[in-house]
């Protein structure tokens, strides 16, 4: 029986001969791979079959590829990451392969409807924010780039948590993205590494005074490997992320279960999954530390073991290790990588350690991307010693060695030695494992000018007096391949029927539409298309969750990590004064206005979860408010990930990057949305210092407090009550929800919170506030001048080719990795 649809036969003999070998080869896949036909194939089967068709056009090239990297010998590059947001592949593989006009017209002569095959697509659920998301970038611009690499994580089975909120209050479910298996992937369970975990050290006499020391763990837990290639553009090379997935060294104890302790029998195997279970379990807990603690050293030490491995086949020599390998650690998760690679280097392969510490240090080189003390992990000694007592050792004599360095080059400087210490030794004794990184690394970077500067000045001050010159920066980029052609087709359509198709290969090419700015016809054509994109984001929320939003009002958008020094606090209470302002003044001609915000806070994060319900407690009274009606709406948007930025960020006329300065250490949404034509309304802080230099002040909304002056604040002992007691509004916005009025159900329930600002208001919220406020009455002023607005925006997508991370990865393959780069 043809189960052909009439549409579907009617049109086949006219498609292209490329065309037509794509569809017969889904129609493949989803017979025989997927064991289903075409009548009962469902959306998700249509898009598991169109996506391994696609695969294959891969897999070739991949193979091919790697082959020659080792034949070559050239130097590769080992991407250490906790997180990779690598979102929806599919769009992205068919983007860069050149095949979205063929896949479009397979999919059409099947009767497919391809935004729902697109849609079936589950976000990999491997990251949580821009830390992710950046490294995502990455391995695209370096498969772009030309650079053999392989990105290092782990396969998390249920990623950091899907977010649902009940009620206004964050509750945390599962990611189930694995439920129906991901196409992308390719298992090796051929390739399993090793990883130990407690035990005992015993030092083994080998000749005269010379001592190896031996490792006994108490567990051992197997990282098998699942790999994903990683497309470059146009299809020039693809690379390799590979994910370990933590197994039990053996799955079922049979004794155990044959006594009938079916669920004792297990114990091992449970305990060992959970390390791949989840991304940032929850650290309140000891449990929850050690955790931690295990998948950190999980992947890190699988990745080591890994491309040792793969070293010493092709070239035979660990010591040529930093001629062939540079090791990126991304951010302070994968630091005891420094340990592990010594003890791979010494303990295993018998190298004297004055040469293994000149090879370890060559070789790893140390992103890093916070200033926030705790994001600077340190781990209790008593942890360490107990699950990596080898590893802490190692740690004992490195610090010692450097400290004996430092102690010659600053003699009688006690406090310097205390500084740049391994272990710190107030308030219980911890390992600093961002001073780890830092020492055993080549190069340590920054994401931002001004946040590179900020580690020679803070965290790393005293490192850098006994290290100088091995800081450096690398501001942060994004794919325009994701974030612009994919996300906003329709303003790449006119981006290059204004400057021609070289914007699609050279960032630099949007420096050409700097004379259409003042070309009022183009700025109509670039205003139409954000109007479309808002209108298409208006739909999803209107069909989802039943709230109306005027597409002719200021889209206002905050969409990151729910943090309190990410200040969405700031951007609710001005929600709160603002709200005031239209119902005393109910006739003036408001400039409507809707503030859309997304984020997930951390499970263990309570006054961030607070944050979002007061977002939501406001959002509930003014959007049922009739007084206000369409002046102001505001959206809390659940689950954010990376297919809700994809249409929420060309949809955005104004970009909230609004942190407390000297907070952020780059930022990567600010770029985004100033690519796809949004002004920014910000600090000085992370990047959008270098994206003011870039778009012009004029074209960029600046604001509040700057880093000296926060630190000014701080040392002098800044209470926000200072701030309050000169602002009307502020007073007023913090008299109502202190009081109750947005939770009348809990009077008290943002008393606390409120009370912090009062008081030292450390992310200087309240200091901030009145600036905020006014910056935000100018916006409006601009937005009621169209043409000045539109000349803002034009400007703003024109003049950010710079933050491409292919710049970027350019940057670390001259002056961190020596590897060549091909354009």
């Keep these: ?36 036909s075409r009548l009962g194939a469902r959306d998700r089967d249509w898009f598991m079959a169109a996506s391994m068709a696609v695969r294959d056009h891969i897999v070739d090239r991949w193979i091919d590829l790697t082959r020659a990297t080792y034949q070559s010998g050239a130097k590769q590059v080992y991407y250490l990451s906790l997180e990779f947001l690598v979102g929806r592949l599919f769009r992205d593989n068919v983007s860069n392969l050149g095949l979205g006009e063929t ?138 992320l590979r994910l370990w997935s933590a197994r039990a060294a053996d799955p079922l104890r049979l004794e155990a279960f044959n006594r009938g302790d079916h669920v004792g029998a297990l114990a091992d195997r449970m305990k060992a999954e959970a390390i791949s279970r989840l991304l940032y379990p929850s650290d309140e807990t000891p449990a929850g530390q050690e955790l931690r603690l295990r998948q950190e050293y999980f992947f890190t030490s699988a990745a080591l073991q890994d491309l040792v491995r793969r070293h010493l086949r092709v070239f035979g020599d660990l010591r040529s290790l930093p ?103 107030g308030h219980g004794r911890r390992v600093r494992m961002g001073h780890l990184a830092f020492i055993g690394s080549h190069k340590v970077n920054g994401v931002s000018a001004l946040h590179s500067d900020l580690l020679k000045k803070t965290v ?52 050409k539409l700097r004379p259409l700015a003042e070309d009022a016809g183009f700025r109509e054509r670039f205003a139409a298309v954000k109007r479309a994109n808002k209108e298409a984001l208006a739909a999803m929320v209107r069909e989802r969750f039943q709230l109306r939003l005027d597409t002719e009002a200021i889209f206002d958008v905050q969409i990151k990590r729910i943090h309190e020094y990410k200040r969405q606090l700031l951007n609710v209470l001005e929600a709160v004064a603002l709200y005031d302002e239209i119902r005393s003044q109910p006739t003036r001609d408001w400039v409507p206005r809707v503030k859309i915000l997304a984020g997930k806070a951390a499970a263990s994060y309570h006054t961030a979860k607070l944050i979002i319900k007061l977002a939501h407690d406001v959002a509930r009274v003014v959007n049922s408010d009739p007084t206000v009606h369409d002046r102001l709406k505001i959206m809390f948007l659940p689950n954010y990930n990376v297919s809700l930025a994809e249409l929420i960020v060309p949809a955005a006329d104004l ?118 406020y006014e910056t935000q009455r100018q916006v409006e002023e601009r937005w009621r001048d169209p043409a000045g607005w539109g000349r803002s925006a034009v400007l703003n997508t024109a003049n950010v080719g710079w933050f491409s991370s292919d710049r970027t990865i350019a940057e670390y393959a001259e002056e961190i990795w020596n590897v060549p780069v091909k354009r």
């Design 103 to 240: 896949v479009r017209l397979a999919l059409d002569s099947l009767g497919v409807d391809g935004t729902k095959l697109r849609e079936a697509e589950q976000d990999a659920a491997l990251g949580n924010g821009g830390l992710g998301r950046l490294a995502a970038c990455f391995m695209e611009s370096m498969a772009t780039l030309s650079i053999p690499a392989f990105g290092y994580g782990i396969r998390y089975d249920h990623g950091l948590f899907r977010q649902i909120i009940r009620d206004g209050w964050q509750r945390e479910y599962p990611e189930d993205w694995l439920t129906f298996g991901n196409p992308w992937e390719f298992a090796r369970p051929e390739i399993a590494h090793e990883i130990g975990f407690g035990g005992t050290v015993e030092a083994a006499t080998v000749s005269g005074a010379r001592v190896r020391h031996v490792w006994k763990p108490a567990e051992t837990v197997q990282a098998v490997a699942y790999d994903t290639p990683i497309v470059g553009w146009r299809g020039r090379h693809v690379n390799t």
């Design 1 to 36: 029986m043809d189960t052909t649809p009439p549409n579907a036969a009617a049109g086949q003999a006219a498609l292209p001969a490329d065309a037509a070998a794509m569809r017969d080869a889904i129609v493949q896949k989803l017979t025989y791979d997927l064991g289903k």
């Design 460 to 511: 790393f001050a005293d490192l850098d007096r006994v290290a100088p010159g091995r800081i450096t920066n690398k501001t942060n980029g994004i794919t325009f391949r994701r974030w612009l052609q994919q996300s906003n087709p329709h303003l790449t359509s006119l981006l290059v029927e204004a400057v021609g198709p070289k914007v699609l290969d050279d960032e630099s090419a949007l420096e």
């Design 655 to 772: 970009s909230e990057q609004i942190s407390t300065a000297g907070m952020e250490a780059s930022g990567t949404g600010n770029m985004k949305f100033a690519l796809n034509g949004a002004l920014t309304i910000g600090t000085l802080d992370g990047a959008n210092v270098e994206i003011k230099q870039h778009v012009g002040d004029e074209n960029i909304f600046i604001f509040g407090l700057t880093t000296d002056q926060v630190e000014e604040n701080r040392r002098k002992g800044w209470r926000g009550e200072v701030a309050i007691e000169r602002s009307r509004r502020l007073e007023e916005a913090l008299e109502q929800v202190e009081k109750g009025v947005f939770s009348p159900d809990d009077c008290d329930r943002y008393r606390d919170l409120v009370a912090g600002l009062r008081a030292a208001d450390w992310f200087m919220v309240a200091a901030d506030f009145d600036s905020y």
């Design 323 to 425: 001629d062939r390998v540079a090791v990126q650690l991304n951010d302070t998760h994968p630091a005891i990588a420094v340990t592990e690679l010594m003890r791979i280097l010494v303990d295993l392969h018998d190298i004297p350690w004055e040469e293994a510490w000149k090879a370890t240090r060559g070789t790893i080189s140390y992103t890093n991307h916070t200033l926030l003390p705790e994001a600077l992990e340190s781990w209790p000694v008593p942890l360490m010693e107990r699950m990596l007592p080898r590893h802490m050792q190692l740690i004992y004599l490195i610090n010692a060695l450097h400290l004996d360095e430092v102690r010659q080059a600053f003699p009688g400087d006690t406090s310097l030695l205390s500084s740049v210490s391994l272990i710190e030794e």
